[in-house]
């Protein structure tokens, strides 16, 4: 673990980030107590090596408001949600984490409690960090470092005419909990609380994303939008994909606080953040599916299919395309 | 690739983006082209994998006037530094990018060209990305991913009393590099040219790094300050170093700027940035390093050596402490 000031902070506070920091990467071995430069994975045989990076900037990603604990889980969570859609299992991250004056010594605290539960729940270590000072926002870059079975990784360019188009869990309600964040609207608390916690604590996808990984034909991250980010699968595997705006999953909370209609699903599909996973499989794997969704405990859906053309369309009961104003993520 | 953008930009510039870095991936098929979610790695057989993040940040590490051209080869080459001191072989690298408004196509182009040419020169390629917009500084997160020999990694805990310390190259460069950038000091041309150039464009001693691999018994990467650095072997080591003030290797041109004497050099030592191999090694096998420093070109000196104790030490001529008002790293 380095540490670098770019200006003179609170005394002892780096000193008080290795310590903090140092305890993280207890349980694996190559990081030596984070003393060392490096770290060193003695790779699993057998196996490739699954490689994400990741960034958490504050005002862009968080909110200053938001509670230390979660900041770092959601860093953490947002590379392991890409792993999980690529059927890889997390072993370690690195951290970079640039700090500006504000954050004081309990907000690190907070901001390492919540990482250390993290890699208790998803059982994985630290292998090294580094941290600065900087004259901008917290911005805490994530280093994710997993691994699949040689070649066995769940590609975004695989989905063929005729596949199903799946996605898992409920879509929009992160980009709700951020509107609540923000003060900007109101909710029943018990919406509040779920809405909420959609946003600051996004759940990956880890052990479906492992079960599915020979079942699926092409899977992605929804982070940026349900429609955007399957219309990148769409785009690398040189396919169609036609969404049924009736069939989007939305939670209880969510539709109690937009609306159930298929306006609110559209713009649910329009949101961002759900950290959920978007795939494609061929109908006769569909039993498959549902006996991972099972064994998993996760909600899968069907929500549309895979035709020939380019690009993504969502489509109304009439079969009729709705145009969404605004495709994917806008952060605020 | 997957680009966020916290607030609307030039239109089509994250487009710009992946159009510029997506060659960049090229030679790496673990990369896809950057065009799915994570990049895979199939590990060298009988090696080990080497992790290393770090960041530059805008009026921390490099200043907004610097040319873009050498803003990413900057912080591609301090990750490359890291794996070079350990003896590791560089491979592919991530690139977590955070924008404010003010970089325009230009200076992107620049900053890829940039790293497109130390692709080329350290025969790495781009494995995977993240841009976002921030409301602050331009920090640029790289992750390094390099290989030893299994086991062969070279530690900063192996320094025995009775060994010599040796250095790589010059000290002191970059950091009068820095003030030249800075337009708070004058030199002459052929001076300011190079400092300047030591300080935006370290070389990583990857190919001494290498060959010293089973030579030295411990090393580090000098970026903090060279009495900071060796200090972290004394302390992973358990020993005390000692390192002759006299033999602190000055450059011609920092001699002319700075002075020669032992005020400057310790000067030198206590600065930082200059991103050599701070290494210890028995007496016994000083041959092998004068002939690895033969065959890579590298300037090596001995400047002290390990003895039983704990800390680092700047001795003068006559062996007295020399006190230096700050150690380590200070950044603008």
């Known amino acids: 673990m380095t540490t670098r000031e770019a200006r003179p902070r609170r005394p002892g506070e780096f000193a008080l980030i290795a310590e903090l920091f140092a305890p993280l990467s207890r349980g694996f071995p190559g990081a030596f107590g984070l003393t060392d430069d490096v770290a060193v ?81 998803f059982g994985i270590a630290l292998a090294g960090g580094e941290t600065d000072a900087t004259p901008g926002p917290v911005t805490i870059t994530v280093t994710a470092i997993g691994y699949t079975p040689e070649g066995e990784l769940v590609r975004r360019n695989g989905a063929r005419p005729g596949d199903t188009v799946f996605v898992t869990g409920t879509i929009g309600d992160a980009a709700a909990g951020l509107l609540l964040a923000k003060g900007k609207v109101q909710a029943s608390s018990a919406e509040h609380e779920f809405l909420l916690s959609r946003f600051r604590l996004p759940v990956p996808g880890l052990s479906f994303g492992r079960a599915m990984r020979k079942i699926a034909s092409a899977a992605i ?42 306006d ?69």
């Open 264 to 332: 609110a699903r559209a713009r649910a599909a329009a949101a961002g953040d759900d950290y959920e996973i978007g795939f494609t499989a061929a109908p006769t794997n569909e039993p498959e599916i549902a006996a991972c969704a099972r064994e998993t405990l996760t909600e899968v859906t069907a929500i549309g299919s895979v035709v020939a053309g380019q690009g993504v369309r969502l489509l109304n009961a009439s079969g009729q395309q709705i145009v969404v104003a605004k495709r994917g993520y806008t952060h605020f």
């Open 221 to 262: 991250d929804v982070s940026d939008g349900l429609l955007a980010d399957l219309g990148h699968i769409a785009e690398t595997s040189g396919v169609r994909i036609e969404v049924d705006a009736a069939r989007i999953p939305l939670s209880e909370a969510l539709g109690e606080f937009s609306g159930a209609d298929v």
């Open 41 to 121: 994975l003695a790779p699993r045989p057998g196996h490739d090596v699954v490689l994400k990076t990741d960034s958490l900037i504050e005002g862009v990603h968080f909110l200053r408001s938001d509670p230390p604990q979660t900041i770092g889980r959601k860093a953490l969570r947002r590379a392991l949600s890409d792993l999980a859609a690529k059927g890889a299992e997390p072993e370690v991250y690195l951290l970079a984490l640039a700090l500006p004056e504000w954050p004081d010594s309990g907000w690190l605290r907070a901001f390492a409690d919540g990482l250390a539960a993290d890699q208790e729940e």
